[in-house]
């Protein structure tokens, strides 16, 4: 069984940047595509970013783009989400997903992932 364990969140002032790490244990990390969602207050949970097994996909939400950098370290199994810029509407509990994917096979729906983490909750001060 995959498991998913998310850490780095905190909080931080607009304009500021914050490294959230998503490591996983019991599957095999290179056979996994991952994502990150957030859920904000009263609000659904929604897509931030998703990487390929392969590294070669990548995807962001509109909201996001230009701001916000996922990556993995297969070496680590773990997957990254660099922010920057970060806005008081990036506030949310952010959760790390996973799945077992083709080579390039990527998300945005959070239907096709059954491996989550348990959050780690981001909070952005205006």
């Known amino acids: 069984q995959v498991q998913l364990a998310e850490s780095g969140g905190g909080l931080v002032q607009t304009g500021g940047s914050l490294r959230l790490s998503c490591a996983t244990s019991?599957?095999?990390?290179?056979?996994?595509?991952m994502g990150w969602f957030r859920q904000a207050p009263g609000k659904e949970r929604e897509f931030v970013a998703a990487i390929s097994r392969s590294f070669g996909n990548i995807i962001y939400a509109d909201s996001v783009k230009g701001r916000f950098t996922i990556s993995r370290d297969n070496t680590k199994s773990t997957v990254y989400l660099q922010m920057s810029s970060l806005k008081p509407e990036d506030t949310g509990v952010y959760y790390c997903?996973?799945?077992?994917?083709?080579?390039?096979?990527?998300?945005?729906?959070?239907?096709?992932?059954?491996?989550w983490g348990q959050g780690t909750q981001v909070t952005v001060s205006s």
């Open positions: 019991g599957g095999t990390f290179s056979s996994l595509a």
């Open positions: 997903a996973a799945k077992t994917a083709g080579f390039h096979s990527i998300s945005a729906s959070s239907d096709e992932y059954p491996h």
